[in-house]
């Protein structure tokens, strides 16, 4: 399964610090395969290779890893077209 976490903010963080917490968030069943960033914000790619884990469950983790970082209620989880907001707005 492939998700793409789109940041549709600038953010004062360095790419790989989020691409790392990921990466530990997803250790045992996907990893980070790509990021960017650009003037509209920034984003990752992961690809889930466990084929056991479904969506809810990779995006649970996903928020885990992005915990400790203040990313703008607006950055949202696409995975096969629909939306999942990373972040509760205040």
Partial sequence: ?????????RIPYALDEIEDALGAS??????VTG??????????DIEIE???VDP???????REGLR??????????VVNG???RLVSPD
Avoid at 56 to 62: C, E, G, L, P
Avoid at 68 to 77: H, I, N, R
């Fill in 56 to 62: 809810a469950t990779a995006i649970a983790r996903i």
């Fill in 68 to 77: 400790p970082f203040d990313l703008p209620p607006s950055s949202v989880a």
């Fill in 35 to 44: 990021s960017g960033t650009g003037v509209a914000g920034s984003n990752f």
């Fill in 1 to 9: 399964m492939n998700i793409f976490i789109y940041v549709r903010e």
């Fill in 82 to 84: 629909t939306e999942f």
């Fill in 50 to 52: 466990d084929e056991s």
């Fill in 26 to 31: 997803l250790e045992g069943i996907g990893d």
